[in-house]
């Protein structure tokens, strides 16, 4: 199971038909306003009090919910554009990449078994409710890149200046670590090698804000 | 005046011509490897419990300094591009823009009065050192865009889809408080509107990641 708390996050994920609530914890107030959207029996009411010891925000926020984990499903890679992301260790960044996922209508994020976990309460907040919508699946990257039918893509120094490539209609984009970008041994997986040209003096791009780059160029 | 940690940023604003050091607190190890950067006078030797108690940091890093805040220039808004934030208030998102106009060359920022202060620590580490590059300049809005001699493109919906732009040589973006977007007043001063087209789901983008991906459009 996994925790994610904020009226705007809790509702989106109540919304989404994978979500599947064991238990909510909420304010009079929010109970009275959202009737609809939670079935009874699964609602306690609590007091602000109550709600700051249980809660892991700064700043406790009117409802906690309980949701069972999401169904794992193998990733479908023809005919779109899925991200894979080597070593995102940074919760925030890996919340925000779902995000910005979901916003560019990819619903698959291959992830290597040592990214953060998907359920770290920082990352389920970070996604703003689309961890509800993307298929996050864990997995040996180099087992399982070897096998895949499709182009594979790699953020990476000294590749094509992805302003200046065309949009793509299908292809695994491989997003590295921040410090050490994509890991030596799945390069050789990597058809095409793509890079965000620098213009300034910044040494590097944080992983999320790359992700955004990359996929505002290849998608269109 | 401000404290910076960690090598890697202390040694970023060392290096800049604009940074000009009060007090660096360091391990010996640090000292020991960084001779030829600190002046020794301004050194001063300290143990790993006390730089513990003296750090904002969540894991110490080998060394604190303090430094004097950098000297506000007037904007130079010709012949170039400048960041215009209006109302961005979280310390993160503030910092990492800092961080991706440096990428791109910026180097004036125009916040808003109520933008997050780009000395609180939390700014300061996101910049990664880009804050010593950047001329970042507080003011009244409205006021200032009023005198503005260019062309203002604001992030705003249903404006001309980024993707489809050319690049621009001159101008000011203006972005926008991610929660309610560029304040109503300053919507008359927008020239033009340009937007991110949404392919998926999620609400909406950060806004440091909307300024990235604006930013990689604009700027050839």
Redesign the interface.
């Known amino acids: 199971m996994f925790i994610a708390e904020g009226p705007k996050l809790v509702q989106e994920i109540l919304q989404s038909r994978n979500a599947e609530l064991k238990n909510l914890y909420a304010l009079k107030r929010w109970i009275r306003e959202n009737k609809e959207l939670v079935p009874t029996a699964n609602v306690t009411e609590i007091e602000e009090t109550e709600l700051e010891r249980i809660s892991n925000l700064k700043t406790p926020n009117n409802v906690l919910a309980v949701f069972k984990k999401f169904q794992i499903k193998e990733p479908v890679v023809r005919n779109k554009i899925s991200l894979v992301l080597d070593a995102v260790r940074d919760p ?1 960044n890996l919340g ?1 990449i779902i ?9 698959e994020i291959i992830c290597s078994d040592d990214c953060a976990d998907v359920y770290n309460s920082k990352v389920v907040q970070a996604t ?3 961890i509800a ?1 993307v298929n996050i699946f864990y997995t040996d990257l180099e087992a399982w890149l070897k096998e895949q039918p499709v182009r594979i893509y790699g953020a990476l120094l000294e590749g094509k200046d ?2 200046k490539m065309n949009a793509i209609k299908e292809g695994l984009v491989i997003i590295g670590n921040e410090s050490n970008g994509i890991r030596r041994e799945l390069v050789p997986y990597v058809n095409e090698r793509i890079t ?1 040209p ?9 992983a ?3 992700t ?2 990359i996929l ?2 290849l ?2």
């Open positions: 925030g925000t995000r910005i996922a979901d916003w560019f209508a990819i619903d703003m409710g689309s919508r992805i302003t965000i620098r213009k300034g003096n910044a040494e590097s791009l944080n999320a804000i790359a955004g780059i505002s160029h998608i269109s």
